[in-house]
């Protein structure tokens, strides 16, 4: 039996932008590639991770907003309603008014530009591959708590950040949740990209038979950091429909639910799962600081 949610078809866009160290700049161009991307008939944008500053835990402090009112929520509650499409925005640094804590955060407004969801990186980069990179977010960020399933006109739609593809945890939970698909703002580097970024991607559609799409910055190789790019829309088949290379460019796909109703016919991947023997882990196994783990009395 096939838990997707009722949806109906629609355009997705994917905007890899190429950002600066100026955030005004950076919130103009964003709004700019916005409206464009709905003229050539976008229902659904998404915008990449840090979209409105530079990716680094040095600025994170320096950019951070709070979500009550800021300008990089303005302008996407505005656009979103000027231009009437469902906004992923990317994320922005953000920080809580009530603790001062620093998050990588995800919001996402409706065609009437009302924020209906936040998502705050649940799994912060934290990467050290010798002689190649070394970043670690958890020197300025705090993690978020919470998966984000949000309710659209066209069907529910998962979202996290970056990092958070690695784990598939998120997108199966989301799947059956009844979510069609997965979008991940996301930056990925010049060495994680090449080695994991499509895989990944791919990974987390064939899993969940599911839509997959991560939205990355176009690359700049005078900032301190250099995406990957390629921004990539993958299809419940795990097949690629929409990519692109590294520079500036807005990447379009029709998603489809039917698709995603074929393939689940064709592997009924969800009458044949075996609960009897995989438990849900979270639910019956304790783990202690070292890390081993012990079932629950």
């Not at 600025?59 to 656009?79: I, K, N, Q, R, T």
């Not at 050290?128 to 990179?133: C, L, V």
Request: aromatic fraction near 10%.
């Amino acid at each position: 039996m096939s838990v997707l949610a009722p949806a109906s078809k629609f355009k997705l866009a994917l905007i890899q932008l190429l950002g600066s160290p100026d955030k005004t700049a950076n919130l103009a161009k964003a709004r700019d590639k916005v409206l464009e991307a709905a003229k050539n008939g976008a229902n659904v944008v998404v915008l990449p991770e840090c979209f409105n500053s530079p990716y680094g835990t040095n600025y994170f402090p320096e950019y951070a907003e709070s979500l009550s009112s800021s300008p990089s929520v303005d302008m996407l509650s505005g656009v979103a309603k000027e231009a009437g499409i469902y906004l992923f925005g990317g994320s922005i640094p953000e920080r809580d008014e009530s603790t001062g804590k620093l998050y990588n955060t995800l919001t996402v407004y409706d065609p009437a530009g009302k924020m209906i969801a936040t998502h705050r990186k649940v799994h912060l980069f934290d990467i050290d591959i010798p002689g190649k990179i070394t970043f670690k977010e958890s020197e300025t960020l705090s993690a978020g708590d919470s998966l984000t399933v949000v309710n659209t006109k066209y069907g529910k739609i998962g979202a996290a950040i970056c990092y958070d593809i690695r784990f598939p945890e998120l997108a199966m939970v989301a799947a059956r949740k009844g979510a069609m698909a997965m979008f991940y703002p996301g930056a990925f580097n010049l060495t994680t990209g090449g080695m994991h970024w499509e895989l990944l991607q791919r990974a987390r559609a064939v899993d969940n038979q599911i839509y997959v799409a991560a939205c990355s910055p176009a690359r700049d190789m005078s900032a301190s950091y250099h995406a990957w790019g390629h921004s990539t829309i993958v299809n419940p088949r795990g097949d690629v429909i929409a990519t692109c290379e590294e520079k500036e460019t807005i990447v379009y796909a029709d998603i489809d639910p039917a698709e995603i109703e074929t393939i689940r016919s064709n592997f009924p991947l969800y009458n044949q799962r075996r609960f009897d023997v995989y438990a849900d882990v979270a639910d019956s196994v304790v783990v202690d600081e070292n890390g081993n783990g012990t079932k629950k009395q």
